[in-house]
Nanobody, 126 residues
Framework: QVQLVESGGGLVQAGGSLRLSCAAS????????TGWFRQAPGKEREFVAA????????YYADSMKGRFTVSRDNAKNTVYLQMNSLKPEDTAVYYC???????????????????WGQGTQVTVSS
């Protein structure tokens, strides 16, 4: 089993940057595919980015391409989401998710993930 704890959220002005971290417990985190999702008030949770367990494959939602970068450091059991050129519409609670996988895959839908963090708030002011 894996426990996930997000951090790094906060208030930033439009055009600014934040780096979110997702720290995982468990010695086998390197075998977990990991993703980031977000949920704005009154909206459904949506996919942001995903990374395979080795970090060799990544995938982004269209609106995040070129602005967000997902990465991981398996030695530190941590996955990161670097967010640049932030916009007010990026305001949401950001969640980290993980699932044990046997292959180098990226998972892009909520129902594919088994473990979730508690979320971290990101607020972008205009």
């Amino acid at each position: 089993q894996v426990q996930l704890v997000e951090s790094g959220g906060g208030l930033v002005q439009a055009g600014g940057s934040l780096r979110l971290s997702c720290a995982a417990s468990g010695r086998t985190f390197r075998t977990y595919s990991t993703g980031w999702f977000r949920q704005a008030p009154g909206k459904e949770r949506e996919f942001v980015a995903a990374i395979s367990w080795s970090g060799s494959s990544t995938y982004y939602a269209d609106s995040m391409k070129g602005r967000f970068t997902v990465s991981r450091d398996n030695a530190k059991n941590t996955v990161y989401l670097q967010m640049n050129s932030l916009k007010p519409e990026d305001t949401a609670v950001y969640y980290c998710a993980a699932k044990y996988v046997a292959r180098q895959v990226v998972l892009t839908t909520l129902r594919e993930y088994a473990y979730w963090g508690q979320g971290t708030q990101v607020t972008v002011s205009s």
